[in-house]
């Protein structure tokens, strides 16, 4: 692992807890492509958890849907080598996990109740610090949401809550908070939307409400998935080896003539700061108002190594801006 990595912590929100100021995501742990591929197979997640940790860094995030769960068993595994106090892992639950079962998907009461105890004993833990829902459930009450996921924070099971939501449940997440405050319930304390250079939805009302709510904002995706590490360009697309070239969705998500417009900027500020584009693409991030901690993805340690070295990079508020306006349109100047 690189010897001048030294990941800090930062606060975690309002919350009494500590994070990396880089977060370590692990979706693509056992993650089968389009093509049937694993993205990424065991003995690889572990040389990616070593290395995370060599750089000081101690926060897992996973979801018990990662890879049908080898994602939480694997870092189960290397767990169990370790003193788990020293770690801090989030998870998420929500998609529906058998089919036919409508019950099986979401945050209703037996789902949530049954999905804690399956993660835990994957992870082979007694507790998550972070129990995030991976999306909104407009089936469940947020009154028999909240009451449940209090629950588990009373039962030890779980030490905070998180919500991983979109800018329109904005409002959901805040009516959630309300009913959680006036019952002297666990209210929501960290939030995990998309964001990155080029994916700012989350920018307005999502990031006032974070703000309000005193919320840790980690964002998922920090590199679109890829597109902010210039290893594709306007004139050949998809090439090299990537998981993307086996998505049917991401050449139309982010290959776009105004995304290759903000990577036109983003290169000329890494040229300026001699770092690479997705050093700086994470730390435009890491310097954003409002913004906790970035979970990085990597598929090799040679990535991942890259990646964390953005914690040491320094951007003027000239270059911020530069960046930020990038983007254009109404979000430019927010
Ligand atoms: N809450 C949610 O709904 C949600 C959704 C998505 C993700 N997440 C969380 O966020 C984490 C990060 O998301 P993400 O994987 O989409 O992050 P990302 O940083 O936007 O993309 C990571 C991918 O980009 C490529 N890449 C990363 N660093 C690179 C580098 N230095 N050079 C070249 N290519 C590089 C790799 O894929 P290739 O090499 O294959 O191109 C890597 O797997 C996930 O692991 C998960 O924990 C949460």
């Not at 340690?301 to 911020?320: G, S, Y």
Request: with cysteine.
């Amino acid at each position: 692992m690189s010897d001048s990595v030294d990941l800090e912590f930062v606060p975690l929100g309002d919350t009494g807890l500590q994070t990396s100021e880089l977060q370590f995501g692990t979706w693509r742990f056992g993650k089968e492509t389009e093509a049937g591929n694993v993205e990424i197979g065991e003995e690889r997640a572990h040389e990616l958890l070593d290395a995370y940790d060599a750089a000081g860094g101690r926060y897992i995030d996973t979801a018990d849907v990662y890879g049908g769960g080898k994602s939480e068993e694997w870092i189960g595994d290397w767990l169990a080598d370790r003193d788990r106090e020293r770690y801090t892992v989030a998870s998420k639950i929500y998609w529906q996990i058998r089919d036919g079962d409508p019950n099986s998907r979401g945050t209703n009461r037996k789902n949530v109740r049954d999905r804690i105890d399956a993660l835990l004993d994957r992870l082979g833990t007694d507790y998550v610090d972070v129990l995030y829902i991976h999306r909104w459930d407009d089936e469940t009450p947020a009154r028999e949401m909240m009451k449940t996921l209090n629950g588990l924070v009373e039962d030890g099971k779980v030490h905070y809550l998180g919500a991983s939501t979109h800018r329109p449940n904005a409002w959901k997440v805040a009516k959630a908070n309300e009913i959680a405050r006036r019952e002297g319930w666990e209210p929501f304390t960290v939030a995990q939307p998309r964001y990155n250079l080029v994916d700012r939805e989350v920018e307005g009302d999502y990031l006032e409400m974070t703000r309000s709510y005193g919320m840790a904002v980690c964002p998922w995706s920090p590199l679109g998935q890829g597109f902010l590490t210039g290893k594709y360009t306007r004139e050949d697309g998809l090439t090299g080896e990537s998981r993307a070239s086996e998505s049917s969705r991401f050449e139309e998500a982010y290959l776009t003539a105004e995304n290759f417009d903000v990577h036109d900027e983003l290169d000329a500020v890494a040229d300026e700061v001699d770092a690479s584009p997705a050093q700086t693409a994470l730390a435009w991030l890491m310097h954003r108002d409002g913004v906790t901690a970035p979970i990085v993805g990597a598929r090799t340690v040679e990535q991942l190594e890259e990646n964390l070295a953005a914690a040491e990079i320094d951007l003027t508020d000239e270059q911020v801006d530069r960046l930020t306006a990038a983007k254009g349109g109404p979000y430019a100047d927010i």
